[in-house]
């Protein structure tokens, strides 16, 4: 039996089109599910879209179509970029699905029953564009006299009939699960901002909408929807056919191993959704992981700024697989990052193009040239022929070891260095002056850059599936010999390899 491991993204709003900021996590969780799935373990990775509330409602207000039509529309645009990145997600969900409707009401029936939601009402000030209430405390007020929360979104006074679940009962609970699972926040600043704020007073949440009817009913109460954050987060269940917990195979998934998101929903998934879940008895996930967030040479990335990055006409310019890369390369994974088009093609020419594409064609050619395209015996290796393998050959420990901490950028730096190690060897040793003086010595050393190749392009596939798929075809290995296991089996001498070709070409600007 496998080990099984449950990654996910957040739900995207279907209010706006999808831009590189979603992108960005999409491909993110994307990586860590590939990595895990070449080492071994069966993997559900999930994605999809959150289509209710009253943005969307208004949204499609304006473009005169209805809620439903629109949500349509704009979830398929959110499925198409997943699919145009390259994002191997196992199951894309929909808010407006029935089985989730379904889903979410079992959820609140079961908090509902064990006690955790009483009726009240609710007043306060509210942001349309966060879909969240703010304390006072929380406000600032422009010097027109409007209040601005801190996420930069207008507030306004909203007094409305709510059903509220019972948060502040689970202060002390929350904090002593932290403390068991020293894990479960991450990054640790993160961490640490949550725990604050939970010291500092949780109040009850209002869970639930009467002002307006594009959300999911409240189970015997078709006067209120639900908050769309209750209905939201229970995506991750649903998916896994929740309340069918008995007979669905899926549900050995749960818990997640990893809700990845942006940080600025950190506070949902670490606190709201645990408290939810322990509410009805069920297990919280095992980590929550977030990200930094992207602005734009300098700026925050935004509509009427129109400084908004389209990833697909990124991948439309520079290819998927390098911008791919870029995205995680660029920025260390949890802090926040600034795009700017120089850098990457910065990126693309010295890392791509340069490093590895031309330690590749200059490893490859040669054993085409001078070894008859076939796969030279491994021989007698010296000690700086091991000084490099026995480097190379860490790489998976290090990366699983990088990888389960979400530190995607210290994974593209390790293998990095291995890359810069194997040029310098390449040019060190020289094989295409050996060709004469020792051909034995020769094959041997380019054997030994084929095989740090073959880990190299191994290890990267997650991060490159399409390049580094056509890498290791010019590498001779068979697509059965992909996992990091494989790694440990040497490729039998002897065998044929395909004529090579140019795996990352140099990004050059039109005049
Ligand atoms: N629907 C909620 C999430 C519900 S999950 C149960 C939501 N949707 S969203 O469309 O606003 O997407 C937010 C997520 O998109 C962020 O958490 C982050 O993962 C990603 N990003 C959106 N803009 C981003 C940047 N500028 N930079 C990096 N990531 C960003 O919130």
Same mark, same amino acid.
């Given at each position: 039996m496998?080990?099984?491991?449950?990654?996910?993204?957040?739900?995207?709003?279907?209010?706006?089109?999808?831009?590189?900021?979603?992108?960005?996590?999409?491909?993110?969780?994307d990586?860590?599910?590939?990595?895990?799935?070449? !080492?071994?373990?069966?993997?559900?990775?999930?994605?999809?879209t959150? $289509?209710?509330?009253?943005?969307v409602?208004?949204?499609?207000?304006?473009?005169?179509?209805?809620?439903?039509n629109?949500?349509?529309?704009?979830?398929a645009?959110?499925?198409?970029?997943a699919?145009?990145?390259?994002?191997?997600?196992n199951?894309?969900?929909?808010?407006t699905?029935?089985?989730?409707?379904?889903?979410?009401?079992?959820?609140?029936?079961?908090?509902? !029953?064990?006690?955790?939601?009483? %009726?009240?009402?609710?007043?306060?000030?509210?942001s349309?564009? !966060?879909?969240?209430y703010?304390?006072?405390? $929380?406000?600032?007020?422009?010097p027109?006299?409007?209040?601005?929360a801190?996420?930069?979104?207008?507030?306004?006074?909203?007094?409305e009939?709510?059903?509220?679940?019972?948060?502040?009962?689970?202060?002390?609970?929350?904090?002593?699960?932290?403390?068991?699972?020293?894990?479960?926040?991450?990054?640790?600043?993160?961490?640490?901002?949550?725990? =604050?704020?939970?010291? =500092?007073?949780?109040?009850?949440?209002?869970?639930?909408?009467?002002?307006?009817?594009?959300?999911v009913?409240?189970?015997?109460?078709?006067?209120h929807?639900?908050?769309?954050?209750?209905?939201?987060l229970?995506n991750?269940?649903?998916?896994?056919?929740?309340?069918?917990?008995?007979?669905s195979?899926?549900?050995?998934?749960?818990?997640?191993?990893?809700?990845?998101?942006?940080?600025?929903?950190?506070?949902?998934?670490?606190?709201?959704?645990?408290?939810?879940?322990?509410a009805?008895? @069920?297990?919280?996930?095992?980590r929550?992981?977030?990200?930094?967030?992207?602005?734009?040479?300098?700026?925050?990335?935004?509509?009427?700024?129109?400084?908004?990055?389209?990833p697909?006409?990124?991948?439309? $310019?520079?290819? @998927?697989?390098?911008?791919?890369?870029?995205?995680?390369?660029?920025?260390?994974?949890?802090?926040?990052?600034?795009?700017?088009?120089?850098?990457?093609?910065?990126?693309m020419?010295?890392?791509?193009?340069?490093?590895?594409g031309?330690?590749?064609?200059?490893?490859?050619?040669q054993?085409?040239?001078?070894?008859?395209?076939?796969?030279?015996?491994?021989?007698?290796?010296?000690?700086?022929?091991e000084?490099l393998?026995?480097k190379?050959?860490? @790489?998976?420990?290090?990366l699983?070891?990088?990888m389960?901490?979400?530190?995607?950028h210290?994974?593209?730096?390790?293998v990095?260095?291995?890359i810069?190690?194997?040029?310098a060897?390449?040019?060190?040793?020289?094989?295409?002056?050996?060709?004469?003086?020792?051909?034995?010595?020769?094959?041997?050393?380019?054997?030994?850059?084929?095989?740090?190749?073959?880990?190299?392009?191994?290890c990267?596939?997650?991060?490159?599936p399409?390049?580094?798929?056509?890498?290791?075809?010019?590498?001779?290995?068979?697509?059965?010999?992909?996992? %990091?296991?494989?790694?440990?089996?040497?490729?039998?001498?002897?065998?044929?390899?395909?004529?090579p070709?140019?795996?990352?070409?140099?990004?050059?600007?039109?005049?």
């Amino acid at each position: 039996m496998k080990p099984h491991y449950m990654i996910t993204t957040p739900i995207y709003y279907v209010n706006g089109a999808p831009h590189v900021g979603h992108a960005y996590t999409s491909i993110a969780a994307d990586v860590l599910a590939r990595f895990k799935r070449l !080492d071994g373990y069966d993997v559900f990775f999930l994605t999809g879209t959150d $289509e209710h509330g009253q943005k969307v409602e208004q949204a499609a207000q304006d473009k005169g179509e209805t809620a439903q039509n629109f949500a349509t529309m704009v979830s398929a645009q959110f499925r198409n970029m997943a699919d145009k990145l390259n994002v191997s997600y196992n199951d894309f969900i929909r808010t407006t699905e029935v089985r989730h409707i379904k889903s979410c009401q079992d959820l609140w029936k079961k908090i509902a !029953d064990a006690g955790h939601i009483y %009726l009240g009402a609710y007043e306060g000030w509210y942001s349309l564009r !966060d879909e969240c209430y703010y304390g006072e405390d $929380e406000l600032t007020t422009t010097p027109d006299g409007r209040k601005i929360a801190p996420t930069g979104a207008e507030v306004k006074w909203l007094k409305e009939p709510s059903y509220f679940f019972k948060l502040s009962a689970w202060q002390d609970k929350l904090l002593e699960f932290y403390e068991k699972h020293p894990q479960f926040i991450g990054p640790e600043s993160r961490k640490n901002e949550i725990v =604050s704020f939970i010291k =500092s007073g949780l109040r009850d949440l209002s869970i639930s909408r009467t002002s307006f009817k594009w959300g999911v009913p409240v189970p015997g109460d078709d006067d209120h929807v639900m908050y769309v954050w209750f209905d939201a987060l229970t995506n991750y269940i649903s998916a896994l056919g929740y309340p069918s917990i008995e007979s669905s195979d899926l549900w050995r998934f749960w818990p997640a191993d990893l809700h990845l998101v942006g940080k600025e929903i950190a506070r949902f998934h670490a606190l709201y959704w645990p408290a939810f879940l322990m509410a009805a008895d @069920l297990e919280p996930p095992k980590r929550i992981y977030s990200h930094g967030w992207w602005t734009v040479e300098g700026e925050k990335m935004s509509k009427s700024v129109g400084n908004v990055i389209e990833p697909l006409k990124l991948v439309e $310019e520079f290819g @998927l697989d390098p911008v791919r890369f870029f995205l995680l390369r660029e920025v260390p994974f949890g802090g926040d990052g600034d795009y700017s088009r120089q850098s990457l093609i910065n990126r693309m020419n010295s890392e791509l193009a340069n490093d590895l594409g031309n330690l590749a064609q200059r490893t490859l050619s040669q054993v085409m040239r001078n070894c008859g395209g076939q796969l030279p015996e491994i021989g007698q290796r010296n000690q700086d022929d091991e000084a490099l393998l026995s480097k190379a050959i860490l @790489l998976p420990a290090l990366l699983r070891e990088q990888m389960d901490r979400q530190a995607l950028h210290e994974s593209l730096e390790t293998v990095w260095k291995i890359i810069r190690a194997s040029n310098a060897y390449i040019d060190q040793q020289a094989p295409w002056a050996l060709k004469k003086t020792d051909p034995e010595r020769m094959a041997v050393v380019l054997r030994v850059l084929v095989d740090t190749l073959r880990i190299i392009a191994t290890c990267l596939q997650p991060f490159m599936p399409d390049s580094m798929d056509k890498l290791l075809n010019q590498l001779g290995v068979s697509e059965t010999e992909r996992q %990091l296991a494989d790694l440990e089996v040497a490729m039998p001498a002897g065998r044929e390899l395909p004529a090579p070709s140019g795996i990352f070409p140099r990004f050059v600007e039109a005049e």
